[in-house]
């Protein structure tokens, strides 16, 4: 399938229900990896069977929280689908191996996909779409954060003024990454975001954010704190609904309402996808690429920094070294590669690698 403008516009109207899967593995080119493993994933399933390690404890415990209201996921056989999928994507990349919020998105595309075509698109999301998202650090999502951030000061000035701690925002926004909005959207509307992710990639996600910031400016600007900012975007988010969805609603559940208030007006996703496109939707991805590079060096520092500061805690109380010396020692052993102490011609040299981390 060619990727023109036509078709662009077709997705941001949103998949019709019965193609969505394969239109799925089309645009994220996950069909590539489906035809040419033949039997890759029933082997995969075979090798992990009754395999007990730490991930298929988490997936265990994360089982029943995927879709718990959705009638696919009340009965054992859509749990052990799940179970399967993430499972043996565990056995097959154990550098990942299994993170919250990748049993959100299985479930979902075991929605609209067969059980290996959901392997693979996870492989898809995981291997390359969102590539270092679901590892404990969740470093991708954290430099995306980053770039969000950035985004915000350039198209959105003065909210970006107004917002007093970017920070309490990103609490909110880093679930946006990484579920692609189906953690805190109705269903029905979050899996219109998800076609526009698989054709375009990441940057649907940078452009939908600004857009639902944007048209939440006023009451953000006006807003007494973070906090009640934050209920603000939860609400408004839980209330995006699709009206060309044919089943019934499904909602979030994850905003916050009280008694006292009213519900906030109803936005159509379709409505928002698509000034997300004409207001938001001239970054390209090499321009992502570019911002992503340029703070990934940010953020891998702050890591480093709270690293360093967290080994000196622990260290510090057992030796008898001052501080100034031992963040010395610290700089030196982890330093790149080995290092070399000479101690003279007739003894060998010894290498030293900093395994302390």
């Given at each position: 399938?060619?990727?023109?403008e ?7 109207m ?8 394969r ?28 395999n007990c ?15 718990p ?7 054992e ?9 993430l499972t043996?994507y ?7 191996g ?5 049993n ?8 609209y ?5 959901a ?9 390359r ?6 590892n404990?650090?969740v470093?991708g ?7 969000f ?7 959105l000035?003065?909210?970006?003024e107004r917002?007093r ?12 990454f990484l579920?692609l ?6 269903l029905?509307?979050a ?5 526009c992710?698989f054709?375009?990639?990441?940057k ?5 954010g600004?857009?639902?910031l944007?048209a ?7 807003s007494?704190d973070?906090s ?5 975007l939860?609400?408004?988010?839980d209330?995006i ?14 905003a916050f309402?009280s008694e006292d ?5 109803v936005?159509?996703?379709g ?9 938001f939707?001239?970054?390209?991805v ?8 340029r ?6 520092q ?7 500061q967290n080994?000196?805690r ?13 963040e010395?020692?610290y700089?030196l052993?982890?330093?790149?590669g ?8 007739q003894r ?5 690698r900093f395994?302390?981390?």
């Amino acid at each position: 399938m060619f990727r023109t403008e036509k078709i662009r516009k077709l997705v941001a109207m949103g998949l019709p229900q019965c193609l969505r899967g394969r239109l799925w593995l089309l645009f994220s080119d996950a069909i590539t990896d489906l035809a040419s493993h033949p039997g890759y994933y029933g082997r995969l399933v075979e090798e992990s069977l009754g395999n007990c390690c730490l991930a298929t404890e988490e997936i265990e415990r994360d089982l029943h929280r995927s879709l718990p209201e959705h009638p696919a996921f009340q009965t054992e056989t859509g749990i052990a689908a799940l179970r399967r999928v993430l499972t043996a994507y565990a056995h097959r990349n154990p550098r990942i191996g299994y993170c919250q919020s990748m049993n959100i998105l299985a479930s979902v595309l075991l929605l609209y996909a067969t059980e290996e075509d959901a392997f693979w698109l996870l492989v898809a999301v995981c291997e390359r779409m969102l590539p270092d998202y679901f590892n404990r650090r969740v470093l991708g999502a954290q430099v995306d954060q980053s770039v969000f951030e950035e985004l915000i000061q350039e198209q959105l000035p003065e909210l970006a003024e107004r917002l007093r701690d970017p920070s309490a925002l990103a609490s909110l926004s880093l679930s946006w990454f990484l579920t692609l909005f189906l953690s805190i959207m109705p269903l029905e509307s979050a899996v219109h975001v998800v076609d526009c992710f698989f054709y375009d990639g990441i940057k649907v996600v940078f452009q939908l954010g600004l857009a639902v910031l944007e048209a939440n400016a006023g009451a953000l600007c006006s807003s007494r704190d973070d906090s009640q900012a934050l209920v603000l975007l939860s609400r408004f988010l839980d209330h995006i609904k699709n009206e060309d969805s044919p089943g019934p609603p499904m909602g979030s559940h994850h905003a916050f309402v009280s008694e006292d208030q009213e519900p906030p007006p109803v936005t159509d996703i379709g409505d928002l996808i698509r000034d997300s496109y004409e207001k938001f939707g001239h970054q390209s991805v090499g321009q992502i690429e570019r911002m992503r590079c340029r703070h990934r060096i940010r953020v891998l520092q702050g890591h480093e920094g709270t690293t360093k500061q967290n080994v000196l805690r622990v260290v510090s109380p057992e030796v008898s070294f001052p501080l100034g010396d031992l963040e010395e020692l610290y700089d030196l052993f982890k330093v790149p590669g080995p290092i070399r102490w000479n101690r003279g011609p007739q003894r060998p040299s010894l290498h030293i690698r900093f395994h302390y981390l």
